[in-house]
């Protein structure tokens, strides 16, 4: 049997091992689920793919919540990564404790929860809602308070609305990259194996959608032009 000194000593390093998990959960969500963005995730249901669309109805119950799912995972990753500083201090001194838990809380509670939901969100904030439903629930008598204000202050969540210019734009970057990645060949033409539906390009934390209502590179190139009519003079005409 371990003796009670050593037995502690794998029931903190166990603790921080699940504090750091919570933390990287935690943060990873703020800003996969965040950059979910109201008006996409209700794009992707109507248009997208069906794995996509059971996603994003998992997720937009709860984003359309937005300040409250904000606040709640906020008030976790600040919980998680405050008691995580304070175990490890208390396991390896002060100064030790604190350069221990910065750097793990950087690596594994910042920067690669993060880089992986920000890459895939969608089907990350799809597998953690339930998670996120609990800590709702067990953190809302705090969480819930805060976010009622912001809504009173801030207002409604505004979705995504896209100028006539920033349409064009995105048509046009839309096929720059469908071309660099080989879905199409220069010549503006698609590759026998790939469906015209990945010219859609990329949803919010998705990937390329495979739905048989892709957007072409001509009919991006029409639809440039419909939109700069109102820009072209009769001359021009």
């Known amino acids: 049997m371990l003796d009670p000194a050593t037995e502690i000593a794998w029931h903190q390093f166990l603790a921080m091992i ?13 800003l996969g689920m965040m950059s979910l963005d109201v ?27 937005g300040n409250l799912l904000l606040c709640t995972l906020l008030l976790g990753n600040v919980l998680v990564n405050s008691l995580l500083s304070i175990l490890t201090a208390s396991v390896s ?64 969540e505004l979705g995504t609305i896209y100028t006539r210019t920033e349409l064009k734009e995105l048509f046009t970057m839309q096929i720059a990259e469908c071309a660099e990645s080989g879905m199409i060949s220069t010549d503006g033409s698609h590759p026998p194996e790939v469906d015209d539906s990945a010219l859609l390009g990329m949803v919010p934390g998705g990937r390329p959608s495979r739905d048989s209502g892709g957007i072409k590179s001509t009919e991006a190139a029409f639809l440039c032009g419909a939109l700069s009519l109102s820009e072209r003079t009769a001359e021009q005409a």
Do not use: H
């Open 18 to 30: 699940a504090l750091l998990m919570c933390s990287g959960l935690f943060s990873g969500l703020t």
């Open 39 to 65: 008006s996409n995730l209700e794009l992707v249901i109507a248009g997208g793919d069906p794995v996509q669309k059971r996603q994003a109805e998992r997720i937009l119950p709860i984003r359309r919540r």
């Open 93 to 156: 001194g002060g100064i030790l404790g604190l350069l221990i838990s910065t750097c793990a809380i950087l690596i594994f509670g910042e920067i690669i929860p993060q880089s992986v939901c920000s890459r895939y969100s969608l089907a990350a904030g799809s597998r953690a809602i339930d998670i996120v439903r609990l800590v709702i629930i067990m953190i809302g008598c705090i969480a819930w308070p805060v976010s009622k204000v912001l809504d009173k202050v801030l207002g409604n």
